[in-house]
């Protein structure tokens, strides 16, 4: 079982061009334990600024890639930039 962190850029819906903060978590607490969520920010893409989420998350790699893909379809985002962080600890 791989486990990877990552910090995800969601942006506004294409169309309405809302940030749907709802759906987000909605589909993030679905699929993981937890996550951390800051928002809004402010993003830009192709020039134009955007109501933006930061989605921090941790578990296993293709649960997490699942996620992503999931979140692009459903807010109809063309992309959701995403960086891979270092292993996320507990105590």
Do not use: C
């Not at 679905?30 to 134009?48: C, D, K, M, S």
């Not at 979140?71 to 109809?76: D, I, Q, S």
């Amino acid at each position: 079982m791989k486990l990877i962190t990552i910090k995800a850029f969601i942006g506004s819906d294409n169309q309405t061009k809302q940030l749907n903060i709802d759906t987000i978590v909605s589909i993030v607490n679905t699929n993981h334990e937890a996550f951390t969520l800051q928002y809004p920010v402010i993003g830009y893409w192709r020039g134009e600024a955007e109501e933006t989420a930061v989605l921090y998350l941790s578990d296993e790699r293709q649960k997490v890639m699942s996620t992503l893909n999931e979140l692009k379809e459903v807010l109809n985002q063309e992309a959701i930039a995403y960086q891979i962080e270092n292993d996320l600890q507990l105590i």
